[in-house]
């Protein structure tokens, strides 16, 4: 990266991910995006961390209630990450435990996502950027009760100085190019995740590189052009 792209985009040697209160129970009160999006994008995060060695740092507000306890894949694809039990706080800022652990990361870009997102996205968004961290909080990767809280919470962090973004921009911005040699890992998680479809322009890709490999597999009749053209059904000679 140059000076002024060290300024401007994500750095991934300076981010630390944190991912808060993502539970099985306030997924329960998501209605701003499909669940199934939301845990997917959740999803991963986790591995593009571990594919990129970012810290991760993980917490959840009283898992032992209703809130439930947090979804199995973040762990399960970020085992590196280092969980931080609160104490009932909301604002896991309010959680000096959380701070530490943040400060230990000695990293100053936070990208956070967080369920729900006008309480436990927003909160600690505010107050990363009045601790001086540059935040970028990832919306699709977050979920509210409503999608007019969400777009109230979008206008609220933007005004405090954090940085509203998505989990593709996020993935792409620590990507950085396509010259590297996980580029096929980075594939595959635009394609689980965030686009089933490219998955599609995957295949067909591997397929006309397997056709110019190998050749044809459908061997097509040889006669010359113009001996005999296709002709619409019904209309034969």
């Known amino acids: 990266m140059s000076r002024i792209q060290d300024k401007v985009m994500l750095n991934p040697k300076d981010v630390t991910l944190l991912l808060i209160d993502h539970q099985s129970g306030l997924f329960n009160l998501v209605q701003d995006l499909p669940v199934a999006d939301l845990r997917r994008n959740v999803t991963a995060l986790a591995k593009v961390a571990t594919l990129l060695k970012i810290p991760v740092i993980t917490t959840a507000s009283v898992p032992d209630g209703p809130n439930g306890p947090l979804i199995p894949e973040i ?26 652990a943040i400060e230990e990361a000695k990293r100053k870009t936070l990208v956070i996502a967080a369920t729900l997102t006008s309480v436990c996205l ?3 968004s505010i107050c990363a950027v009045a601790a001086g961290y540059k935040v970028y909080s990832v919306v699709d990767a977050s979920g509210n009760w409503s999608k007019m809280a969400t777009e109230l919470t979008i206008a609220r962090i933007a005004q405090a100085g954090a940085v509203p973004i998505d989990t593709l921009a996020v993935i792409s911005e620590l990507q950085q190019t396509w010259n590297r040699t996980d580029a096929q890992d980075f594939a595959n998680i635009y394609a689980d995740h965030m686009m089933p479809d490219y998955r599609l322009l995957m295949e067909s890709y591997e397929k006309a590189q397997s056709v110019a490999a190998q050749g044809r597999e459908t061997v097509m009749d040889a006669t010359p052009a113009g001996k005999r053209g296709m002709q619409p059904a019904g209309m034969s000679r």
Do not use: S
């Open 75 to 100: 762990h399960k694809f970020a085992p590196h990450a280092k969980y931080v039990a609160r104490q009932g706080q909301i604002n896991a800022w309010d959680m000096p435990d959380f701070v530490q």
């Open 122 to 124: 927003a909160f600690p």
